[in-house]
């Protein structure tokens, strides 16, 4: 700051500036004046020339969280034409003067009187004048200067966005980055190493790795097999003074899943199974399941069923809820032609990762023995209807015909046949339990009743 010329001999201020480092530095700066004066013999005019000045104002600094039983002196203020004989006075002003920096009016001493915390404001901005204590009329003008609050390291590290959930594939490779954290720090970071933060793992090795520097946490294994172990909780340090001794630190925790890649194929527990499907079974339906195992999870484990040989009798699809494979019957089953099939299934994972076909292949099959039921089926007819004549007034007992049955198991059992009478109105013909013969059991007119219907029924005999 350069001060105004003005005419004669102007007392200077000078500001000493005692500053309190952590590291024990002094730091002041002394106001330079130059005075040039000429002196003429005497009787001559003497001539005053203004006086060139260069007033340069340094920092005051003050230790914060200073907590001694003293006030903390901060420096001196100092004109040049203080004789010290008390005829000078120093007055403060700005911010805090008179509540947190006392000066001494007659020494220009400087004092805090309150502890001062950077974090909540860095610098004060005050303003010194020198004044005649008779005249109150100052000499010097009045001039700005600052005084900054000193760091401690008062403050950890904090991670403002933890704990932290994050998520990485499994069988990453090394290195592989998986988050970066970031702690902050409140103290000064212009000035030492009280906001110099470097990190360090506490907890998740030898899975994981931190950089010192950035805080980017990457893979330290490869392999990590997510079937094997899914989660993991890794906690980092952030320690201040550059990790020095005596620094403090703040940590904060990250959880890590794996998530899942399809390095798993589908797998049969066993490689023989055995289904029985009775003869009766409906086309259409669903006659069994079969399910290949797979440890992978979502679309990685989803399974695509097929038969690989076959006549077409069964097909095989996919229940996507439970991943099994249901054999459905697409023709009728006849145990008396074919008694067994025998099926190879075949189950191929549908989305496929190629980064890992050396660890397939991503399918697998499975021999299903398909055993045909026997059913104990009802006789059949030769026909499905008869149509049979006889003229009228025959005796009784006239042979009308004959309808015939057999049983189609295997076993063929004897058949014995009968007349639903609740097709008759009155009893018109009989029918003989083990030949089918029909004959007639009264007296027929055709102008009466020309056509008859009956209804002939066949049964396994003892049944």
């Known amino acids: 700051m350069k001060i105004p010329n003005t005419s004669g001999i102007c007392p200077v201020l000078v500001c000493l500036c005692f500053v309190q480092r952590c590291y024990g530095a002094t730091h002041h700066t002394s106001s330079k004046m130059t005075r ?95 004044i005649d204590r008779r005249t109150d009329k100052p000499l010097e003008p009045e001039s700005e200067f600052i005084i900054k609050v000193q ?21 990453s490779d090394i290195g592989t980055s998986v988050i970066q954290v ?52 890794v906690v980092i340090q952030a320690k201040d003074m550059a990790g020095q001794v005596g620094g403090l630190s703040g940590s904060t925790t990250i959880n890590v899943t794996l998530t ?16 029985y499907v009775p003869e009766s079974a409906q086309v259409g339906s669903a006659v069994g399941k079969i399910k290949a195992n797979d440890a992978d999870t979502g679309q990685n484990a989803d399974i695509r069923y097929s038969i690989i040989n076959g006549d077409g009798v069964f097909t095989i699809s996919t229940e996507k809820e439970t991943r099994e494979g249901l054999l459905i019957l697409k023709k009728p089953l006849n145990y008396e032609k074919k008694k067994l099939y025998n099926l190879n299934i075949e ?8 980064r890992f076909s050396h660890l397939g292949p991503f399918k697998d099959t499975t021999m299903l023995k398909v055993i045909v039921g026997d059913v104990d089926e009802a006789p059949l007819f030769t026909l499905p209807f008869y149509e049979l004549e006889v003229y009228e007034n025959v005796e009784v007992g006239t042979v009308v015909g004959t309808v015939t049955a057999h049983d189609p198991d295997s076993a063929s059992s004897l058949v014995r046949y009968f007349i639903d009478n609740n097709s008759q109105e009155e009893k018109e013909f009989e029918i003989d ?19 008859y219907n009956i209804t002939v029924s066949a049964a396994e005999r003892g049944n």
Request: net charge negative.
């Open 36 to 130: 040039n004066l000429t002196k003429h013999i005497e009787g001559e005019t003497e001539v005053h020339h203004r006086p060139k000045r260069g007033w340069v104002w340094n920092q005051f600094f003050v230790l914060e969280e200073h907590l001694g039983p003293d006030p903390q002196y901060v420096g001196k203020l100092h004109s040049n034409s203080d004789k010290g004989d008390g005829s000078v006075k120093y007055i403060l002003t700005g911010e805090g003067a008179g509540t947190i920096f006392l000066i001494d009016d007659t020494t220009g001493d400087i004092h805090a009187t309150k502890s001062l915390d950077r974090e909540q404001k860095t610098h004060y901005v005050l303003h010194a004048q020198a």
């Open 151 to 171: 760091d401690i390291n008062d403050n950890a590290p904090e991670f403002p966005d933890g704990p932290y959930i994050v998520t990485v594939p499994e069988m």
């Open 182 to 233: 970031t702690a902050t720090d409140g103290d000064d970071p212009t000035y030492g190493n009280s906001a110099r933060v470097v990190y360090s793992i506490l907890q998740g090795q030898p899975y994981f790795s931190v950089d010192p520097k950035t805080g980017v946490i990457r893979t330290a294994l490869p392999n990590m097999d997510r079937e094997a172990r899914e989660h993991y909780t």
């Open 260 to 275: 899942d890649v399809n390095d798993n194929p589908p797998r049969f527990p066993q490689k023989h199974y055995q289904l």
């Open 347 to 354: 189950g191929v994972n549908t989305h496929l990762d190629f």
């Open 433 to 451: 339990a083990n030949t089918g013969v029909i004959t007639t059991a009264k007296h027929l007119d055709r102008e009466e009743i020309p056509w």
